[in-house]
């Protein structure tokens, strides 16, 4: 474990994951493009962004997908990174594993279909779109549900809602779709999912 923390390219971070949410990537540029100067630091503070060191030293993020997909949308060059862990010794496979065991890779597609750890992307700019993942993004600012420090737990509610509500009405009507999610995170179908709000409903 390190304590190490450095200023990165933003290009030069790998994901691990394979999808984020595409309207919760633009929530967050909105929210970099309307603050000023001091609110930024702000911004890139509350975000330094935990990452181990992979094959070839190469840094690969663990969270803030979303942060760090909108920063390079916005032009941005460099953010804080917290290393966790220098698992540069491990092989490719190796180093694979690690992560997935140590629940430090989501490798699920946008359907919500496990696939194969190689399939994760290289790059940030290659993460696909999950409307399901904007949706709980959404569920969480509007008190749906609590955030967690369990990893990648967003990925539960949005399997959760992926079940249960229609693609369709998320591209159509997202409001109609967030109204029903929020009746769907107060209900006991919801109660095993971390940050389950009892009884709370829109």
């Not at 941005?76 to 966790?84: D, H, K, L, P, S």
Request: charged share 30%; aromatic share 8%; proline share 4%.
């Amino acid at each position: 474990m390190s304590d190490t923390t450095l200023g990165i390219a933003l290009e030069d971070l790998r994901p691990t994951q394979m999808t984020v949410g595409y309207r919760e990537i633009a929530t967050k540029r909105r929210e970099w493009h309307d603050a000023g100067a001091k609110d930024r630091i702000k911004l890139l503070r509350k975000h330094i962004v935990p990452a181990v060191i992979g094959p070839k030293g190469r840094p690969y993020i663990v969270d803030h997908h979303h942060f760090v997909r909108a920063l390079l949308e916005e032009g941005v060059n460099e953010v804080g990174v917290y290393i966790v862990a220098d698992l540069s010794h491990l092989a490719k496979d190796e180093f694979w594993t690690f992560l997935d065991n140590s629940a430090w890779c989501h490798a699920y597609d946008a359907d919500g279909e496990r696939r194969a750890l190689s399939k994760i992307p290289n790059k940030m700019s290659d993460l696909k779109d999950d409307p399901y993942r904007s949706l709980v993004g959404a569920l969480i600012r509007a008190g749906g549900c609590a955030k967690t420090s369990r990893p990648f737990f967003e990925f539960l509610w949005a399997d959760f809602l992926r079940r249960r509500i229609k693609r369709s009405l998320i591209d159509g009507d997202f409001d109609e779709a967030l109204a029903e999610a929020m009746n769907l995170a107060g209900s006991d179908s919801a109660c095993s999912l971390p940050g389950w709000c009892k009884g709370r409903k829109g």
